[in-house]
């Protein structure tokens, strides 16, 4: 997970705006979205308004499909005979378009909203580069003081501008790539973005983050349990990636099963086997201040360019948010070996619940 800090990597300028916020004919934009509330009209009615778009609604209970139709767009309602995913949604979206002579995709989820002129842009540089298969711009949340966990979103969105190894899930995607790497991996529940990323890259695409500004995003995080989860899906996408990729995010599993398994499983032990032989003692003492220099040197890094508050919620959350990676890890592995299917790991509800 790429860190920074509110304002490292900060791109402000916005892509240069078309003519009355225009789209190209041969773009399309597909949203994605599950029990969205209030945030999917915001969403629709921030894409240009001569845009083909398709909307592809994953079981929401609330009047998503209703405002999704009341906005004009074409609607896909995904059935429940299987799991709900991003990727079914994604695909499903694709499907839909057809034989249109759609080059460019853009995709966006249903908590986002476009910025102007960002399809314009993002279709031009693609026109001129015929070797990149996707583009995307920074991400930033629309509501960072709303609490610490949107801020820690809005920072962990700033990646700097360049060719970059992955993407999320609001990108610019060229169709005849996208087609032919099989589109996105619908059993997966998180990561799949980056899946595909990485396949495009193996059939030799290449992937830019252009130094724009592509999106707001409303995480609407207001409570540690909604993080909570959310930090236990990333773990679930680490854990798929390095079995689907062998050799990437290793270095991530590792840090996941050392500071959130055998650390923690050291200090256990080590006051259990205290509490019959003292010297053991000296087992979790060693664990936590582990774990406490570790905190330390996060902090130091992030106090460089953000006040001491965020530097120390940005080192505590990092290091708390190892022990939900580990299950999020676990839950993917246990479910592997028993041949479960992947069910979604959902951190919010509708907007306003």
Same mark, same amino acid.
Request: proline content about 4%.
């Given at each position: 997970?790429?860190?920074?800090?509110?304002?490292? %990597?900060?791109?402000?300028?916005?892509?240069?705006?078309?003519?009355?916020?225009?789209?190209?004919?041969?773009?399309?934009?597909?949203?994605?979205?599950?029990?969205?509330?209030?945030?999917?009209? +915001?969403?629709?009615?921030?894409?240009?308004?001569?845009?083909?778009?398709?909307?592809?609604?994953?079981?929401?209970?609330?009047?998503?499909?209703?405002?999704?139709?009341?906005?004009?767009?074409?609607?896909?309602?995904?059935?429940?005979?299987?799991?709900?995913?991003?990727?079914?949604?994604?695909?499903? %979206?694709?499907?839909?378009?057809?034989?249109?002579?759609? +080059?460019?995709?853009?995709?966006?989820?249903?908590?986002?909203?476009?910025?102007?002129?960002?399809? #314009?842009?993002?279709?031009?540089?693609?026109?001129?580069?015929?070797?990149?298969?996707?583009?995307?711009?920074?991400?930033?949340?629309? +509501?960072?003081?709303?609490?610490?966990?949107?801020?820690?979103?809005?920072?962990?969105?700033?990646?700097?501008?360049?060719?970059?190894?992955?993407?999320?899930?609001?990108? #610019?995607?060229?169709?005849?790539?996208?087609?032919?790497?099989? %589109?996105?991996?619908?059993?997966?529940?998180?990561?799949?973005?980056?899946?595909?990323?990485?396949?495009?890259?193996?059939?030799?695409?290449?992937?830019?983050?252009?130094?724009? *500004?592509?999106?707001?995003?409303?995480?609407?995080?207001?409570?540690? %349990?909604?993080?909570?989860?959310?930090? *236990? +899906?990333?773990?679930?996408?680490?854990?798929?990636?390095?079995?689907?990729?062998?050799?990437?995010?290793?270095?991530?599993?590792?840090?996941?099963?050392?500071?959130?398994?055998?650390?923690?499983?050291?200090?256990?032990?080590?006051?259990?086997?205290?509490?019959?032989?003292?010297?053991?003692?000296?087992?979790?003492?060693?664990?936590?201040?582990?774990?406490?220099?570790?905190?330390?040197?996060?902090?130091?890094?992030?106090?460089?360019?953000?006040?001491?508050?965020?530097?120390?919620?940005?080192?505590?959350?990092?290091?708390?948010?190892?022990?939900?990676?580990?299950?999020?890890?676990?839950?993917?592995?246990?479910?592997?070996?028993?041949?479960?299917?992947?069910?979604?790991?959902?951190?919010?509800?509708?907007?306003?619940?």
């Amino acid at each position: 997970m790429t860190r920074a800090t509110p304002d490292s %990597g900060r791109m402000t300028a916005q892509a240069p705006k078309g003519p009355d916020h225009d789209c190209r004919e041969d773009v399309a934009i597909v949203v994605i979205g599950r029990n969205e509330g209030d945030r999917l009209p +915001r969403c629709l009615a921030s894409l240009p308004a001569a845009a083909s778009v398709i909307y592809v609604d994953s079981g929401s209970i609330d009047a998503s499909i209703d405002q999704a139709k009341a906005a004009g767009v074409d609607v896909v309602a995904l059935s429940s005979d299987r799991p709900f995913t991003a990727a079914r949604g994604r695909n499903a %979206g694709l499907a839909r378009l057809g034989s249109q002579s759609i +080059r460019y995709v853009q995709m966006i989820d249903g908590d986002c909203e476009l910025q102007p002129g960002w399809t #314009m842009h993002a279709a031009s540089v693609l026109d001129a580069d015929s070797g990149l298969v996707a583009v995307f711009g920074r991400r930033r949340e629309r +509501r960072p003081e709303a609490s610490v966990y949107n801020r820690l979103c809005d920072a962990e969105w700033a990646v700097p501008a360049g060719e970059v190894r992955a993407f999320g899930g609001d990108v #610019m995607l060229r169709r005849e790539a996208l087609l032919a790497a099989g %589109g996105y991996s619908e059993a997966m529940v998180a990561g799949e973005d980056i899946d595909l990323a990485l396949r495009l890259q193996q059939a030799g695409g290449r992937i830019v983050c252009l130094p724009i *500004e592509m999106t707001l995003h409303d995480a609407a995080i207001e409570r540690v %349990g909604q993080w909570w989860k959310r930090t *236990e +899906r990333a773990g679930h996408a680490f854990a798929e990636l390095s079995v689907r990729h062998p050799g990437f995010y290793r270095r991530s599993v590792t840090r996941i099963l050392f500071w959130g398994g055998v650390l923690p499983l050291l200090a256990a032990i080590g006051i259990a086997a205290g509490l019959i032989a003292p010297g053991w003692i000296w087992l979790a003492i060693a664990a936590v201040v582990l774990t406490l220099l570790q905190g330390i040197r996060i902090f130091a890094r992030e106090r460089r360019a953000a006040p001491a508050a965020f530097a120390a919620a940005t080192a505590l959350f990092l290091i708390v948010g190892k022990y939900a990676e580990i299950i999020g890890l676990c839950r993917f592995h246990l479910d592997r070996w028993r041949g479960r299917e992947a069910r979604l790991i959902e951190y919010k509800g509708a907007a306003g619940t």
